[in-house]
């Protein structure tokens, strides 16, 4: 991967953004449909199949010749001879003759000769091996032509799509079972502090539990990625353990916490002392200025702040986005739009400032305020939006359009 000139002091969002762009995905990996929800395909996905494989009725009815009942009506209907029954799987040799009818059920395949199907609830009644039909049927009605889904041998998917439930759905009706994507990160999540404990623990006395890591963890899952998760408390022979257990056997690591100079901070010295080469330290967004991002070995260490809205927005900015990169997505997340701010805010003119904001529709445009809870976790919770200041912007006014990143649907 070719990083711009790796540099160790504060640099600004765009910069920071240009990191994150030459990270490319990791190898990629046979993989069973069923198992790749959320992935992403790393070669195209090639039909092995014609779906339908043979012409095949669309309803539960009748193939017709549609010349034999062009007049009929329920006040006058055609009678038809009924030559059987054919339903979905089955094989059908027969050839339809004017005057002839044949039972299919849906997905039958239509029998030669025939050239609409009628549907049941336009025949009247089946009586002594004949059918009434009481309406018409023009040529092609209710017929599904073989592939008109899908052609064998055609690219049903390309490179770099993500797989949802109906990319499965069609992957599967190409008659592949197994898919080419690129391999899922491995990642860790270490909450370090002294004054973190593990949730469900009896006295909380001085104690608070690590909230960062469990938003981290959730915004994960929905990508399709788990993660290990972990504590350690503010000592660095047991952090310089752990952490070096994390990156053995991670393809990503982040940290939560102990990244500013203070006596307790030892997470990047612990970095330092097994070898982290750091792409940067602290980024000019507000929150989230202590974001660090380093690599070992090919793999990559984020380092987050430990204060939730600079640890929210330098883990969805920073380390969540490397992360997709890693898994193959190319899309920017959260993705860009723009709004109409309500309310006055300030900026700065050498920094990024990244506001929790609540997005919403009105009408066909979209507005945005910023989320003024005074507890820091409820701004959070929240916020289904980030309102971006960019570097040099230092004021926008009431009713100004700024762009904003979704992080949830808007309400209408």
Known sequence: MNYPAITVTMISFKEALDFIQAIGPLPEEQTLVADALSRVLSRPVVSRVSAPSVTSSLKDGYAVIS???????????????????????????????????????TG?????????????????VEKD???AAAADSEKGRNILAKGADIIEGEVVLEEGTVINPAVSGLISA????????????????LATGSELAEEGTGSMQGKIFPSNRATIASWLKEFGLECKTALCGDDAHELHRILGSLVDSSDVVITSGGVLDGEKDLVISVMEKLGVEFLFKRCRIGPGKGVCMGTKDGKFLFNLPGGPPSNYVAFL?????AILRLTGRSQTFPPRARATI????????????????????QGLSMTAAPVLETSRLKRICFANSIIVLPEGVSRV??????EIRILFPLEM
Request: charged share 20%; with cysteine; proline share 5%.
């Open 108 to 124: 039958a395949p239509v029998p030669a000769g025939a050239t609409a199907i009628l549907p049941q609830e336009l025949t009247l």
């Open 129 to 131: 091996g004949r059918v």
């Open 397 to 402: 006014s009431r009713g100004d359009s700024a």
């Open 317 to 321: 900015f920073i380390a969540l986005a």
């Open 67 to 105: 010349d034999d009942i062009k007049q009929a009506s329920r006040m006058k209907p055609v009678w038809l001879d009924l030559k059987g029954t054919v339903t979905a799987g089955d094989h059908c040799g027969q050839r339809l003759e004017h005057g002839q009818a044949i039972k299919l059920m």
């Open 342 to 361: 309500t309310s006055e805010l300030k900026g700065r003119s050498d920094w990024t400032q990244l506001i929790l904001a609540k997005a919403s529709w």
């Open 174 to 189: 190409s008659g592949n079972q197994k898919v080419w994507t690129y391999r899922l990160p491995r990642i860790s999540v």
